[in-house]
T-cell receptor
C-alpha cells in the first residue's frame, strides 16, 4: 500500500461526458502528479501540483483540468470525452517539489469511454 | 534528460536471479538512475535508485558501471510475483519528478 488513494477504480462513460477523478496523496506529501497510461503505452505526464499551486504541465489536453485543494487532495477533470481518452489515470505523490526521492503511485482509475 | 534503452522482454526461472539491463549512455554526472516496476496495470512501484555506487535494499540490487553508461537491476531470487514491467529512468539530482521519461520498460516473466 503506497498510501495514495484514487477513486473511482473503474469508470465507464459515454463520449461527450465529463468525469472527475480524485486523488488523496500520502500523508504529508505536498506534490501531486497526474499521469495517463493508454493501452500498452508508457506513462505520460499530465500535470503537477505542489501545495495547491500548479507547477508543471505536460501533455494535458485543453479538455482536461485539475486542481489541488487546501487539504492537498487533487481532482482531475476530463470533459467532452472521446474514445481515445480511455486509459488508466494514475496519481502519484512525493514530499518534495524537486530533488531525489521516489514517487508513490496510487492504484489508478481505469476510464472506459464508449 | 538522458534516455534509457531496455530490452522489451525477458524470462527468468522462479528462484533464480533476474538481471535486468539498462543502457543510459548519455547520462550526465548529476543524474540518478531510478528503477520502478508495474505489476499488471497496478500503480508503478519504486524499487531502488543510485548515482554511481552500487545499491542494495530489501527488494533488489542496483549495479552501475564505472562509466555510468549502463546499469543492471538484480532480483536475487525471483518469484512469480516479480512478473512485471520494469522501468529504468534517469533524472537529475535537482530535477523535478515531472521530468521523468517513462519508456516501455522490460516485461519480465518469471516462470515456475
Amino acid at each position: 500500500d503506497s498510501g495514495v488513494t484514487q477513486t473511482p477504480k473503474h469508470l465507464i462513460t459515454a463520449t461527450g461526458q465529463r468525469v472527475t477523478l480524485r486523488c488523496s496523496p500520502r500523508s504529508g506529501d505536498l506534490s501531486v502528479y497526474w499521469y495517463q497510461q493508454s493501452l500498452d503505452q508508457g506513462l505520460q505526464f499530465l500535470i503537477q501540483y505542489y501545495n495547491g499551486e500548479e507547477r508543471a504541465k505536460g501533455n494535458i489536453l485543453e479538455r482536461f483540468s485539475a486542481q489541488q485543494f487546501p487539504d492537498l487532495h487533487s481532482e482531475l477533470n476530463l470533459s467532452s470525452l472521446e474514445l481515445g481518452d480511455s486509459a488508466l489515470y494514475f496519481c502519484a505523490s512525493s514530499s518534495q517539489l524537486a530533488g531525489p526521492g521516489e514517487l508513490f503511485f496510487g492504484e489508478g482509475s481505469r476510464l472506459t469511454v464508449l | 534528460d538522458a534516455k534509457t534503452t531496455q530490452p522489451t522482454s525477458m524470462d527468468c526461472a522462479e528462484g533464480r536471479a533476474a538481471n535486468l539491463p539498462c543502457n543510459h549512455s548519455t547520462i550526465s554526472g548529476n543524474e540518478y538512475v531510478y528503477w520502478y516496476r508495474q505489476i499488471h496495470s497496478q500503480g508503478p512501484q519504486y524499487i531502488i535508485h543510485g548515482l554511481k555506487n552500487n545499491e542494495t535494499n530489501e527488494m533488489a540490487s542496483l549495479i552501475i558501471t564505472e562509466d555510468r553508461k549502463s546499469s543492471t537491476l538484480i532480483l536475487p531470487h525471483a518469484t512469480l510475483r516479480d512478473t512485471a514491467v520494469y522501468y529504468c529512468i534517469v533524472r537529475p539530482n535537482a530535477g523535478n519528478n515531472r521530468k521523468l521519461i517513462w519508456g516501455l520498460g522490460t516485461s519480465l516473466a518469471v516462470n515456475p
